[in-house]
């Protein structure tokens, strides 16, 4: 754990010096806690989160109709962030 801060954020990094077996793919996290919903949608439709949980079920069928738009399919440029 790279850093916590209470009620806002967990980062976590993979430790590169780690000798007993193989290093993890992911070299960084970011666990934003982002209480409302609605900045939690906003956050995937920027692409500024990679994943998020406890979306309102209309929030997720209507990310998921529009999976066809560029917006809604872009990954960020960090791969590494997630709502919750």
Do not use: H
Not at 10 to 33: A, H, T
Not at 51 to 66: G, H, M, T
């Amino acid at each position: 754990m790279t850093k916590w801060t209470p009620g806002a954020e967990v980062i976590l990094e993979r430790n590169d010096d780690w000798k007993l077996g193989p290093q993890p793919k992911v070299k960084r996290i970011v666990w934003r806690m982002v209480p409302s919903a609605g900045n939690r949608r906003a956050l995937l439709e920027r692409g500024d989160a990679d994943i998020s949980y406890e979306l309102p079920n209309k929030d997720f069928v209507e990310l998921r109709e529009a999976a066809s738009s560029a917006s809604c399919r872009r990954r960020s440029p960090t791969a590494s962030s997630m709502s919750a």
